[in-house]
């Protein structure tokens, strides 16, 4: 059968056995006024939800939110936990230092914390050298022996060919973007100097449109009003 999700705020003083009130009351509604058999149980309970805006306008994004977890189906109340749907944590085609800066914003902003001083820290690093290059390498596999087009990965995997590297079908290419254009992770042949560090920034600002809905200029806080 088909399952899906909806949301819906209760008081914070509802109790576990409360959940399950509230979803037997939804399935009498629904099947009184829609006239339509449907099982609802309760999943988890977060304490303070964030959903992004979908880009164009400010309307919800589908099927993508973050929250701060503390109660879960079958283990009760749990230590608060952050767990996001649908962002870009779950790239892997995605720099880790871009992934782990938006795991950081989403879990200070959920927790009440200021997010502006953790995005002009990266900034910093970023623009010092000061990250290191492991961290800032996109990875993807290479997918066919021949591209009519060929993306960069595959341009990365053949200017490690000249390094004498050999990248075949299924091997995944770890690539840098430089002021010397793409070029392979390999054996340490890229330095922090290198990086081309306004190509990061526009992935950083990519990142904190689709997760918190604005770029960064040093007003991220007053925005989000935290």
């Given at each position: 059968?088909d399952?899906?999700?909806?949301?819906?705020v209760?008081p914070?003083?509802?109790?576990?056995?409360?959940?399950?009130?509230?979803?037997?009351?939804?399935e009498?509604?629904?099947?009184?006024?829609?006239?339509v058999?449907?099982?609802v149980?309760?999943?988890?309970?977060f304490?303070?939800?964030?959903?992004?805006r979908?880009?164009?306008?400010?309307?919800?994004?589908?099927k993508?939110?973050?929250?701060?977890?503390?109660?879960?189906?079958?283990?009760?109340?749990i230590?608060?936990a952050v767990?996001t749907?649908?962002?870009?944590?779950?790239?892997s085609?995605?720099?880790?230092?871009?992934?782990d800066?938006?795991?950081?914003?989403?879990?200070?902003?959920?927790?009440?914390?200021?997010?502006?001083?953790?995005?002009?820290?990266f900034?910093t690093?970023?623009?010092?050298?000061?990250?290191p290059?492991?961290?800032?390498?996109l990875?993807?596999?290479i997918?066919?022996?021949d591209?009519?087009v060929?993306?960069?990965?595959?341009?990365?995997?053949?200017?490690?060919e000249?390094?004498?590297?050999?990248?075949?079908?299924g091997?995944?290419?770890?690539?840098?973007?430089?002021?010397?254009?793409?070029q392979?992770?390999v054996?340490?042949?890229v330095k922090?100097?290198?990086?081309?560090v306004n190509?990061?920034?526009?992935?950083?600002?990519?990142?904190?449109?689709?997760?918190?809905?604005?770029?960064y200029d040093?007003?991220?806080?007053?925005?989000?009003?935290v």
């Amino acid at each position: 059968s088909d399952t899906d999700s909806v949301f819906v705020v209760i008081p914070k003083d509802t109790t576990e056995e409360g959940y399950y009130d509230l979803a037997r009351y939804l399935e009498l509604c629904i099947r009184e006024r829609m006239g339509v058999d449907i099982t609802v149980e309760p999943d988890k309970l977060f304490s303070r939800i964030y959903f992004p805006r979908r880009g164009g306008d400010s309307t919800a994004a589908k099927k993508k939110y973050a929250g701060l977890v503390t109660w879960r189906k079958g283990k009760g109340r749990i230590k608060p936990a952050v767990e996001t749907v649908g962002m870009e944590t779950v790239r892997s085609d995605w720099p880790q230092a871009i992934k782990d800066l938006q795991k950081l914003v989403v879990s200070e902003y959920l927790t009440g914390g200021r997010v502006t001083p953790l995005v002009s820290e990266f900034v910093t690093m970023l623009k010092k050298g000061q990250i290191p290059v492991e961290q800032l390498a996109l990875s993807k596999s290479i997918s066919k022996a021949d591209y009519k087009v060929e993306p960069h990965h595959v341009q990365a995997a053949k200017k490690a060919e000249k390094l004498g590297y050999k990248f075949y079908v299924g091997d995944k290419v770890q690539y840098v973007y430089t002021y010397f254009g793409i070029q392979p992770l390999v054996n340490g042949n890229v330095k922090p100097e290198h990086v081309d560090v306004n190509y990061y920034l526009g992935l950083m600002n990519n990142m904190l449109e689709r997760t918190v809905g604005v770029r960064y200029d040093g007003t991220l806080d007053q925005y989000l009003g935290v």
